[in-house]
């Protein structure tokens, strides 16, 4: 993976760039420090680019593997124009196993799959290349409508609280609970933004602030163990958080420590909005049992922006992603509208209409 620094003013809507065709992504690894991209030429450039953390975020991550099998594709159909197809099908593979709990990423590489199966013959670049693009589009325009849908359950105005990132970073643009957000405050529903810091990988502090200080939404930061006690002191009226994963039964995946945030929330009164496209909700996953959370390296846990906090000697455990319940969740907002209370048979209706 080579880093680049490109001759734009950045915007978290420009994290995913298709340019003179190559994959550059905004290296989020970096935020808000510095402002580079890694450039990304084939499949796996693009799978260690999502592994890595360079992007992330549930949808980003799908649209990116989308544009990783047209890369793969182009470079494949180069070197053996009659083999192509399974030298892809391994590279698809590869992209798979990059990360496992965002169901984003395999319903992309599923739309790709079915794609390919299309092409008859001839370069199959190109409509490869359409159909990742198009994906990046409609991403956009679907966080734009469902920012709407939720602004419109914010009675207000209230403060909010919000974990990890769920924005234009994490997305092809908008954001899906920082786009709630988004439209929120352009209507007077939110006054201000509490935003947790996201242990271990600072997704909170780095991003999210990042995000909204850019556009002059008002932010504080909290240690993520600070959220029940904000609850406690009044005045938030949401928890506003996005999913990498959300089962038939409405039970969510997302960022380790939303699980305890639904918790307080519903101990407080306040309610609890989990703002995701239909394509992280997975209908094949019947409970959260059964989606597969990511546990990672425990040196992000025993260090801190590179450097050694903890005592020499300790172990770390290391689950990225928790479950809430669907019990705890007072609304699932799609680009479809809402789902209050939300449990399978709504789930079902929801994705069937
Ligand atoms: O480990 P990350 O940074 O990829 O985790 C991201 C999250 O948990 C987000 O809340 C989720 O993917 C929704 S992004 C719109």
Request: hydrophobic share 45%; proline share 5%.
């Amino acid at each position: 993976m080579q880093s680049v620094e490109l001759d734009i003013s950045v915007t978290a809507d420009d994290a995913i760039l298709w340019r003179d065709d190559v994959l550059y992504l905004l290296d989020q690894r970096r935020l808000p420090q510095e402002e580079r991209f890694i450039r990304c030429q084939d499949a796996a450039d693009t799978a260690e680019a999502i592994r890595a953390m360079v992007v992330r975020g549930a949808p980003a991550i799908g649209i990116t593997a989308a544009y990783g099998v047209a890369l793969a594709v182009r470079q494949r159909y180069a070197e053996a124009p009659e083999h192509w197809r399974g030298r892809v099908a391994q590279d698809m593979q590869l992209l798979a196993r990059a990360r496992p709990t965002a169901v984003n990423l395999f319903w992309a590489l599923e739309r790709c799959r079915r794609e390919l199966e299309t092409v008859a013959g001839g370069d199959p670049f190109p409509p490869m290349l359409v159909l990742a693009q198009r994906l990046h589009e409609q991403d956009r325009a679907m966080n734009r409508r469902m920012g709407e849908f939720g602004a419109s359950l914010i009675e207000g105005p209230t403060a909010v609280i919000t974990h990890c990132n769920a924005g234009g970073l994490a997305t092809g643009g908008h954001g899906t609970a920082l786009g709630v957000i988004r439209s929120a405050f352009a209507q007077g529903r939110i006054t201000e933004v509490f935003a947790d810091e996201t242990r271990p990988w600072l997704q909170g502090a780095r991003l999210t602030a990042w995000e909204l200080v850019r556009d002059g939404i008002p932010v504080q930061l909290m240690a993520d163990g600070a959220a029940c006690a904000r609850m406690g002191a009044g005045g938030i009226g949401w928890i506003i958080v996005g999913s990498d994963r959300i089962a038939a039964n409405g039970d969510v995946a997302n960022k380790i420590g939303t699980f305890s945030l639904a918790v307080a929330a519903r101990h407080h009164g306040v309610k609890f909005m989990v703002a995701a496209p239909t394509s992280t909700i997975d209908p094949d996953t019947a409970s959260g049992a059964d989606i597969p959370i990511e546990h990672r390296a425990a040196e992000e846990i025993l260090n801190c922006a590179g450097c050694p906090v903890a005592a020499a000697g300790a172990g770390a455990w290391n689950p990225v992603f928790d479950v809430t319940p669907a019990q705890l969740v007072d609304a699932i907002v799609t680009e479809k509208g809402v789902i209050l209370a939300p449990d399978a048979a709504k789930i079902a209706h929801h994705l069937s209409g």
